[in-house]
């Protein structure tokens, strides 16, 4: 029984000693073909943010957009936005990948190249997008052979001169759409909007309703389809989203959409649908989206509407001429899309504020607004308005907006600028150096445009903006060293904004003719890897956002002395050097990208110190050594820092030398990637001594009687000692409880 009990002990320790963990590696084949799409497709490696990661010392597996499974084959592959141009044809070692379950090309330019028939050999798809991919031409009936998908997108917002490129928009003809989905059975969410298809609705309905009876999502826009839309799609009792905008379908809308007790969006714009809307559609309990827009002919009225519902109530169509007699106009976050009436302008005589914000207008500003000599404050940020800004605007410095084309030399005149939002536009020009007196200036965003060239202005261009507190130039081109100058004379993130109810004052304008109300700026800025919309611009929110763009040369030391900073996201550029260490200063930071650049050197301990950090991104850089030890900074997962071969220590699972190791434990050494690990021999030699020994002790127990008695019976002795020694104590203690608290004994 005791030998039993002492093997129980010796398994017991055995599991309890420390495995080395087991993590999928890419299999060599795997990892060949992969290096071979890699080298066999064009795209941009300035722009590319996944195929341009993907090195041969590097696990295939661990590289951007790869998955695999446990057993190392590929079974994702997630390409989108990667700018690939071409390379992908019927021979592509991506057509070898047959583990591939998801398979993602969406967002490319593949100069409307025809669908490779390959497609039919990744088998094992279950995911397949290839929308805005660049793809023209018919679509090859391989794609039928998908019989695992449940998901297929082939949708398209862009479409081919036939007369430049030889080629038309994607088409299904022969196959026909029957042919394409009659085997896909598992299908649940199909996209083929921008398809040309062109069906009739008994056609295109019954090939639906017969081959997909699991289809969720049924998006088919801008297909050349008609009508009438047939009552057969009544089987497909599980769809929750059905778009089927700009088709010629000419027909009233069907009541039995109505029964479709999953349905959550219904987008019919631009169908020519005529007659009265059925109004049982709108009690849906689900429906969240309706578009009915550009319906000249649909008629109907909106009823009482489900207490409980979840449908939007957005405005379509034309934007309506206000009265002349208005002094606040605010159409803001609708689905207007279309221009700008020519003559608003005239009926805005009175108005002190006008909106069209967030809304996907388009065309250009019309010179009425000039006649608007009341307004003080015009919205018109968040569409995609073309041309010049009226220069009566301008004059004025009424307000910004957005636009193309460079900005004005003019704005130059307004000295009380405060906030300057040109964000996400098609801007080409240069760093705004003439708003040098633009000392009232809080805000400069110019995100998401095309401004190139250095952001360094010097002598009489040089411009302090004491005031700035929010600067955001994220997603342009702009080059050249970072600003040690500016970064000097920024003293709003250098200072506190005062105490109590100060720090949640926000930039506003109040209108004293209107009571209480006032407007407030918003803006949208990037911290802790999203994007958030500001509503309110508190004065303590203080942000730098550089990402994404070719800046070069070291981060300036300066940077550490805007101790007030909250957001510094200088990620996706070409910085070097080291981290500097003043940075440890900024106390107040919150949210910390140095992602993807170039930075070398150590992990700065400052950096652990910083308690008020919750976002940290150091991933895919050259960092090396230990990461610091800290209270915050091992709260970070290891995406905070993978990319760096160099790092070591939590909450990396790889293991570090210790300096100061004791006599006789050996030291690490680098492995062929350059990681800091111990040697797996050195666990295996551990474990090994450990059971010899302790089998060795046992075995002798086991087989030498006399060894055996005398080992138990010193063994029962102490054991018995122990015991009894505690059995004596719990009675003395129970004594003195007893008569030491006579109330407690009685």
């Known amino acids: 029984m005791r030998i039993i009990w002492l093997l129980s002990i010796t398994i017991v320790t055995i599991l309890c000693i420390r495995t080395i963990p087991v993590y999928s590696q890419c299999l060599e084949d795997q990892r060949s073909l992969l290096l071979q799409l890699q080298n066999s497709l064009k795209f941009n490696p300035a722009i590319s943010v996944k195929l341009v990661n993907w090195t041969p010392s590097k696990d295939c597996c661990d590289w951007k957009g790869v998955t695999c499974d446990q057993a190392g084959h590929v079974t994702g592959l997630d390409l989108n936005s990667e700018f690939i141009s071409d390379g992908i044809n019927q021979s592509s070692s991506l057509f070898s990948l047959q583990f591939l379950e998801s398979l993602n090309l969406a967002n490319n330019s593949l100069n409307w190249k025809q669908i490779p028939s390959s497609f039919s050999n990744l088998i094992s798809l279950k995911y397949l997008n290839l929308s805005n991919a660049g793809f023209g031409g018919q679509i090859p009936i391989g794609l039928s052979c998908l019989k695992r998908l449940a998901t297929l997108d082939l949708s398209a917002l862009f479409f081919p001169d036939p007369y430049l490129h030889g080629t038309a928009r994607l088409q299904l003809e022969n196959p026909n759409l029957l042919t394409l989905i009659q085997n896909l059975t598992g299908l649940r969410n199909l996209y083929l909007d921008g398809i040309n298809i062109s069906a009739q609705g008994s056609e295109w309905c019954q090939a639906i309703s017969s081959s997909l009876p699991n289809l969720q999502v049924l998006s088919m826009s801008n297909c050349y389809l008609s009508g009438p839309i047939d009552s057969s799609l009544l089987k497909l009792q599980s769809l929750s989203e059905i778009h089927l905008g700009s088709n010629d ?71 309506p001429i206000p009265s002349q007699s208005v002094m606040y106009v605010d159409y803001s976050s609708n689905n207007f899309s279309s221009s700008i009436p020519a003559e608003i302008g005239n009926s805005l005589t009175f108005a002190l504020f006008f909106s069209l914000s967030n809304n996907n207008l388009t065309g250009v500003i019309p010179l009425s607004i000039c006649n608007s000599t009341n307004l003080q404050v015009l919205d018109l940020s968040s569409n995609r308005l073309s041309g010049t800004i009226p220069q009566c605007l301008i004059e004025s ?87 040690k100058n500016s970064f000097l004379h920024w003293k709003a993130m250098m200072v506190d904004e005062g105490n109590g109810q100060s720090k949640l004052d926000h930039l506003r304008y109040e209108f004293p003719y209107l009571g209480h109300f006032y407007y407030q700026d918003t803006v949208t800025v990037t911290m802790k890897g999203q994007q958030w919309e500001l509503v309110k ?52 930071l919150g949210s910390l990208d140095l992602s993807c650049n170039k930075l070398s050197g150590s992990i700065p301990e400052q950096l652990a110190s910083l308690s008020f950090l919750s976002f ?125 608290d006579p109330i407690r004994r009685l």
């Open 537 to 588: 611009i508190l004065a303590i929110f203080k942000s730098i956002d550089f990402s994404s763009n070719n800046f070069e040369g070291e981060i300036p030391d300066i940077v550490g002395g805007l101790k007030y900073l909250y957001v510094l996201n200088l990620s996706y550029n070409a910085l070097t050097g080291d981290i500097p260490l003043s940075l440890g200063n900024l106390t107040q």
């Open 249 to 319: 379908l000419s027909v009233p809308v069907p009541e039995f959409f109505a029964n479709f007790t999953n349905l959550t969006a219904l987008r019919l714009s631009y169908a020519n649908l005529y007659g009265t809307f059925p109004e049982k559609i709108f009690q849906v309990p689900t429906l969240q989206t309706l578009d009915l827009s550009e319906n000249i002919k649909l008629q109907g009225s909106l009823p009482e509407f489900l207490q409980n519902g979840s449908l939007q109530n957005l405005l379509h169509g034309e934007i």
């Open 616 to 740: 940290l991104n150091l991933s895919y850089n050259q960092l090396v050594g230990r990461i610091p030890i800290g209270t915050q900074i091992q709260t970070f997962s290891e995406t905070s820092f993978e990319g760096n071969i160099g790092l070591c220590g939590l909450p990396l699972n790889t293991n570090c030398i210790d300096v100061q190791m004791p006599a006789g434990v050996l030291p690490l050494t680098p492995d062929e990637d350059g990681d800091l690990d111990f040697e797996p021999g050195i666990y295996v030699s551990v474990a090994v001594g450990f059971v010899v020994g302790l089998g060795s002790f046992i075995g002798a127990l086991a087989l030498c009687k006399r060894w055996r008695q005398w080992y138990y019976k010193h063994v029962d002795q102490g054991l018995e000692r122990t015991f009894h020694l505690e059995e004596r104590r719990r009675r003395r203690d129970r004594r003195k409880r007893a008569y030491g």
């Open 397 to 483: 410095c009424s307000m910004t907006l957005e636009l193309d084309g460079q900005i004005p030399q003019s704005l130059a005149n307004c000295t009380n600028l405060e906030v300057l939002n040109l964000g996400y536009n098609t801007i080409s020009d240069k760093f705004p150096c003439f708003l040098k007196s633009s000392s009232h200036l809080r805000v400069l965003n110019l995100r998401s445009n095309r401004f190139q060239g250095g952001i360094q202005c010097g002598g009489d261009q040089f411009n302090s903006w004491p005031r700035l507190q929010i600067i955001d130039l994220a997603l342009n081109y702009f080059t050249g060293p970072l600003p």
